[in-house]
């Protein structure tokens, strides 16, 4: 099917151009119920059950599915669900279709962590596993990435990002309610990574990329203790911690997977996929921007892009053109007016670019530019997840 232009006599469609530049499944405009994702990917055939990361018949929870966007279970029977998760603030589905967190979370229905919790609790097993990049590995930085919990205080378990060091708050009978937190992964600088844990009564692993990093730790106990009916994807209930970076694949069994398992899980999942790009890191100097929208101009919808021009002072990494630019960059997002929206001429910042032409979802956006036409310049999208980044902090591992 090609590209659809969807006309409406409805005043509170019309009150901008409503164009989709792909079959209307591959976006959404601005303030639509719920998080979508865009179009799921080309349905693959099944893998056999040993290339799962984990075994088809012990999962519990798997996002994105093959065919869907994603898969739950009820009373141990699967089910696809195209909103399996629900965003709460400054959370979203990028261009990639990865979940995008910047000071927001991805949360599943209260029935469903339960669901969750009491399925991986009868068997005492698990196999977590997920593919993360985080913004920033810089000392302090991190937060909860994975939570089932009910708050810090009462966990059944917490995957946790502090500076470098990947940690799981493990609850079991030999614990306290908050969990032991022990080492399973350390994070680089501007790298993603696919985590892999398993755990079985009295034996914790851990595997990065294939590749084993905690052998069998000695974690005495069971899941007996687990109560948790919240389940959370970066942040965790009764906290205000947030965890920023993007979330790629998540998948949760009932089992403890074997390490040959999982390192041909890992071997097929990057056999499927394509090598990421290279990020694009620039310090920009703003020369003009656009009139913010304000939130009553677009209603109902709450998320905006507005266009700025930048000069290019210096490119930390990836390839750009010299000279000027033009950036969309977030003015609104869950109704909330962000920073760029108030940047003035002169400003300069250290931004995560991506080609605008390449980000269907952002193209699905109310779209504010009141700049004079520059159809010569490049034109790119602000990726990063700093919703405002100065000079004074750049990513870590910018440059290197």
Sequence with gaps: MGPVVRLTDDPAVDRFPDLWLASPPAGHRAGETGARRPAPRAASPPLPAERWPVSEEALRLLWPDADTVGR???????????????????????????????????????????????????????????????????????????????????????????????????????????????????????????LAVTFTPGRLSSYLDGVPYLTEQLVPGDFFPWRAVHFAVGGEERSPERWRGWVESLRIGARA??????????????????????????????????????????????????????????????????????????????????????????????????PFAEELRAQSLFLADTLPAAWEQPFYLDLGLDLGLDLGTPPAGAGE
């Design 257 to 354: 997977e074997s390490a040959a398992t999982l390192a041909a899980s890992d071997r097929q999942r990057r056999a499927e996929r394509p090598a990421p790009a290279p990020p694009l890191i620039a310090e920009l100097r703003l020369l003009a921007t656009s009139t913010a929208p304000a939130l009553a101009e677009i209603s109902p919808y709450r998320e905006a892009l507005l266009v700025q021009e930048f000069e290019v002072v210096r490119v930390l990494a990836g390839e750009l053109p010299a000279g000027r630019i033009r950036v969309a960059r977030y003015a609104l997002l869950a109704g909330e007016r962000l920073p760029a929206a108030g940047a003035r001429p002169g400003e300069r910042f250290v931004l995560r670019l991506g």
């Design 72 to 194: 739950g279970w009820r009373e141990g029977e699967p089910f696809a669900a195209a909103d399996l998760f629900t965003s709460e603030g400054w959370a979203w589905f990028d261009g990639s279709g990865r979940m995008a967190l910047a000071g927001g979370r991805f949360t599943l229905a209260p029935a469903l962590a339960e669901e969750l919790n009491g399925a991986l609790m009868a068997t005492n097993e698990l196999t977590l596993e997920l593919a993360i990049e985080p913004w920033s590995v810089a000392s302090g930085s991190g937060g909860p990435i994975v939570a089932l919990a009910n708050a810090p205080g009462s966990r059944s378990f917490t995957l946790y990002q502090e500076g470098e060091s990947l940690q799981l708050h493990l609850r079991t009978s030999d614990t306290a309610p908050a969990g032991a937190p022990v080492e399973v992964g350390r994070l680089a600088a501007g790298r993603p990574v696919r």
